[in-house]
Structures are given as C-alpha cells and as structure tokens.
C-alpha cells in the first residue's frame, strides 16, 4: 500500500509542477479532439437534421446507420484507415500516416455517428408541430434549422459533449494510424501505454488523472447547461 501512496504522490507531484511534457500532451490532445469534434459538428449537423425526419426510408435506413456507427470498434476503424493512408492506397497521396492529421482524421470519423445519432435524437424530441407551424409563417428552410437546433440546444449540448469527450479517451484508432509518437502524435490516453512500456507508472498515472479531470469537467458542464435548461422551462411555465 505505501508502494501504491508513493506513486500516486510521484504523480500529483508532476501535476502540481506543471510537467512540461504532460502539459504539452494535454493541449495537443484538447487540440485533436477539438479539430475532430468540429470537423464532426459541420458535418453531422446537416446530416442529422435530415435525418430527424425520419417518414422516408432512406432517412430510416441512415439514422440505422448512425446509431450502428455508434458501436463501431476504435481498432476495426483504425485498421481500415491506416491501409487506406499507405503511399499506395486512395489517399496516400496526403502523406498522412503517422501525423497529426491521420489522428484528427481518425477522431472526426469515430466521433461523426455520435453526432449524428445523438443530435438526430434530441431533433426528434421536438414538438411535431413546431417546424411546420414555422414554415406556414413563412420562415425559410435554413430559418427552421436554426430554430430546430435552438430548440433542440440541450440535447445537441450533450451530443457535442460526449463527442467531445470520446474523442479525448481514445486510444486504438490513435495509436494504429498516428504510431503513437511522444511529441507529434500521442495524447493523454495513448501515452499511458508508452509511460506504461516505459515502466514510468507515476506517469501514466498522471496522464489518466489529467483525462479523468478533463473528462469530470466536461460532465459538470453538460450538468450546468441541463441545470440552466430546466431553469428556463420552469420560469416559463410560471409567466
């Protein structure tokens, strides 16, 4: 047990000092999940609120798709993606294997059904009525997505939250496409295997307590936004 307390102190130790090389992990990772659940965003969205009307087959069949998309394996991706980003493979050419990019790229493909599924749902939840009655006073069709997505704020708050926050968690894909390489391609969840390898266990103890804390952070905020949501609807409900 005094072995245990003694790492553990090791690793808040690093934290508390500001460690150079965890500090300059734990923006890169912010950096790549955020570029990924941006990338995802701008091209979920659409995507989603098409497929919120789901009354057409098509829309029936792609919302199946995005919530099966929702238990896609990390590594299954990662596999696929590494083979196509080879120097002779469709997208060789990009010179993306092993780079920062091949990271992101990875991320925004995990993270696009999240997005999509998630967002698709919260669109649902909304009064049937609601765009139609829009439309019969004239608003125009990128007028009704942004009142649908107004409507829709919490619910797509917890799609971009959770977006987010897998992307900041994953490993598998990372590892396969970028190679893991401390200071261009790492983040904080993939060098816990290379502190790990390295029998450097204070520091990924540290690593994981980062992403703990991070991923703690982006859960209080979804709270305060749902909070605040259901403050507004109550003040509502009194006027």
Do not use: K
């Not at 995990?110 to 829009?134: F, H």
């Not at 949501?229 to 409900?237: I, L, N, Q």
């Amino acid at each position: 047990m005094a072995f245990v307390l003694h790492l553990l102190d090791e690793a808040f130790a690093r934290i508390a000092g500001g460690d150079g090389a965890l500090v300059e992990t734990a923006l890169r990772t912010l950096w790549f999940a955020s570029l990924a659940t941006l990338f995802a965003l701008l091209a979920g969205l659409p995507l989603a609120l098409w497929l919120a009307d789901g009354r057409t087959r098509a829309r029936r069949i792609g919302l199946t798709l995005a919530n099966a998309g929702l238990g896609l394996p990390p590594v299954v991706l990662g596999v696929y993606l590494a083979l196509l980003l080879l120097p002779a493979s469709p997208l060789g050419g990009l010179s993306w294997d092993y780079r920062p990019p091949a990271v992101v790229l990875a991320q925004t493909l995990l993270a696009l059904p999240i997005v999509v599924a998630l967002s698709a749902a919260a669109l649902r939840t909304l009064p049937p009525g609601l765009l139609e009655q829009a439309r019969a006073f004239g608003a125009s069709r990128p007028q009704r997505a942004l009142l649908a997505l107004r409507e829709a704020r919490v619910g797509l708050a917890a799609a971009v939250i959770a977006t987010l926050g897998s992307a900041l968690a994953e490993v598998g894909a990372v590892v396969i496409v970028g190679g893991n390489i401390r200071g261009s391609t790492n983040t904080l969840a993939s060098t816990v295997l290379l502190d790990l390898a390295a029998s450097d266990t204070p520091g990924a103890i540290a690593d994981a307590l980062v992403l703990v804390a991070l991923l703690l952070l982006l859960a209080l905020v979804l709270t305060l936004v749902q909070q605040g949501r259901t403050r507004d609807a109550t003040a509502e409900g009194l006027v």
